[in-house]
């Protein structure tokens, strides 16, 4: 069975700061790694994903995630926010290969204060 | 370009009605999925399908039906709706395999039992 645990339900941060948000897995085989978007009323939008090879994963909208498989971290990370940022963000893990059975994080809102 | 297209977008149902919030996708992909949202739990998994004829239960299918005659449809039945049953419900597709790992997800149908 694979888990994540994102460790922060909510994330205040004024525009133009940096922001990191922080996502933990629990898996006993190899995993993929993904991060996604959600605005408000909306579905889901990938961000990024990490399969393999470079740990340092570039996105969409300037964010970027490294993959720590000894701390089994995944954390996502933006140098500058922006207000359109203002969203739910959520870490999701699946077994790597075969079908995309996908384990999602219980989200981190983050608010981009002007 | 359609993607996933869900249907309804809201909906109202008293305790005891049965509905089915349909979900379709053109991107000939083999795995597609159902997750329910709820306030501070994330998404878990209902029901999920790896191909025409084929589907399984996922963290939480009690109360609901799944089938998959097409490779482009999966609709998603209440049997009995309950007030545990509101939530906003989304469908995701993907392909089976490596070769994209990110899974499309349509906008929701937001419910509401009664």
């Known amino acids: 069975a694979q888990s994540v645990t994102q460790l922060d339900s909510q994330v205040p941060v004024f525009e133009e700061a940096p922001v990191e948000l922080r996502c933990n897995y629990s898996?006993?085989?190899?995993?993929?790694l993904f991060w996604y978007v959600q605005y408000p009323n909306q579905g889901l939008q990938l961000l990024l994903k990490?399969?393999?090879?470079?740990?340092l994963v570039k996105g969409i909208n300037g964010f970027e995630a490294e993959f720590n498989k000894s701390q089994t971290s995944f954390h996502l990370r933006k140098p500058s926010v922006h207000i359109s940022d203002t969203a739910e963000y959520f870490c999701?893990?699946?077994?790597?290969?075969?079908?995309?059975?996908?384990?999602f994080g219980t989200g981190t809102k983050l608010q981009v204060i002007p | 370009n359609a993607g996933v297209t869900q249907t309804p977008k809201f909906q109202v149902l008293k305790t005891g009605q049965s509905m089915t919030l349909q979900c379709a996708q053109d991107?000939?992909?083999?795995?597609m999925s159902w997750y329910r949202q709820d306030p501070g739990m994330g998404l878990r998994l209902i029901h999920y399908?790896?191909?025409?004829?084929?589907?399984d239960q996922g963290e939480v299918p009690n109360g609901y039906n799944v089938s998959r005659s097409t490779t482009e449809d999966f609709p998603l039945r209440l049997l009995s709706a309950a007030p545990s049953q509101t939530s906003v419900y989304f469908c995701?597709?993907?392909?089976?395999?490596?070769?994209?790992?990110?899974?499309?997800f349509g906008q929701g149908t937001r419910l509401t039992v009664v």
């Open positions: 999701a893990v699946a077994r790597s290969g075969g079908y995309q059975k996908v384990t």
């Open positions: 995701a597709s993907s392909y089976a395999d490596r070769r994209s790992a990110e899974a499309f």
């Open positions: 898996s006993s085989v190899s995993v993929y």
């Open positions: 991107m000939n992909h083999e795995y």
């Open positions: 990490y399969l393999s090879g470079s740990t």
């Open positions: 399908s790896v191909g025409a004829g084929i589907t």
